[in-house]
């Protein structure tokens, strides 16, 4: 299983809006509706910020949000903050009751 | 407080077998559903799920790796330890145990061991 396809990076001014896509197949983005998302700041391990599409932990900004379109998840990180500066990374569950992560995104905020 | 730590070394020789040790607090591996499982990022580079034991000792691996892996569990120790043999340079990763409370949710993690397969 190959690993899912994000941008390498993605840049956006305080107080925008950005998109990061995550692109698998049928096999994986696309069977099941349990993808998650993370957040991962440098020298830090990841933290869960989406699961299961839309959904946030209770804990986590509502300016994070999800979305999937077949085979294509989107995380959207609206009011952008220096905070935000991270990696963020995706991953889906596949047909084969396995895992795989996306490339990774790095987020920039200008 | 939910913690999960990794435990194990930090430097190993080419060829040789690796041993992880993931011990929990705050979470229970007897809960249906419930599962702990092993990611790596090599320095620089993106996460890679490894394994995953889940509460009814169902084992998945990864495809790429499974010939190699082994993960266990302790539940009334709060252990999972994974078993990688034959390691080499390109092994060398932090490794991170998680807890997923189902389809690979990772909620929580571990701090992360940094290991370095070199002679």
């Known amino acids: 299983q190959s690993a899912l396809t994000q941008p390498a990076s993605v840049s956006g001014f305080p107080g925008q809006s950005i998109t990061i896509s995550c692109t698998g197949t049928s096999s994986d983005v696309g069977a099941y509706n349990y993808v998650s998302w993370y957040q991962q700041h440098p020298g830090k391990a990841p933290k869960l910020i989406i699961y299961d599409v839309t959904n946030r932990p209770s804990e986590v900004s509502n300016r994070f949000s999800g979305s999937k379109s077949g085979d294509t998840a989107s995380l959207t990180i609206s009011g952008l903050q220096a905070e935000d500066e991270a990696d963020y990374y995706c991953n889906s569950y596949t047909i084969y009751g396995t895992t795989v992560f996306g490339t990774g995104t790095k987020v920039s905020v200008l | 407080q939910i913690t999960l730590k990794e435990s194990g070394p930090t430097l190993v020789k080419p060829t040789q077998t690796l041993t992880l040790t993931c011990t929990f607090s705050e979470l229970s591996l007897s809960r249906v559903g419930v599962g702990v499982g092993w990611v790596r990022q090599p320095p620089g580079k993106a996460l890679e799920w490894l394994a995953l034991n889940y509460w009814n000792d169902d084992k998945h691996y990864s495809p790429s790796l499974e010939s190699r892996l082994t993960i266990t569990k302790d539940t009334p120790k709060n252990q999972v330890v994974l078993i990688m043999t034959n390691v080499d340079p390109v092994d060398t990763a932090t490794y991170y145990c998680?807890?997923?409370?189902?389809?690979?949710?990772?909620?929580?993690w571990g701090q992360g061991t940094l290991v370095t397969v070199s002679s």
């Open positions: 998680a807890y997923t409370s189902g389809y690979f949710r990772f909620d929580y």
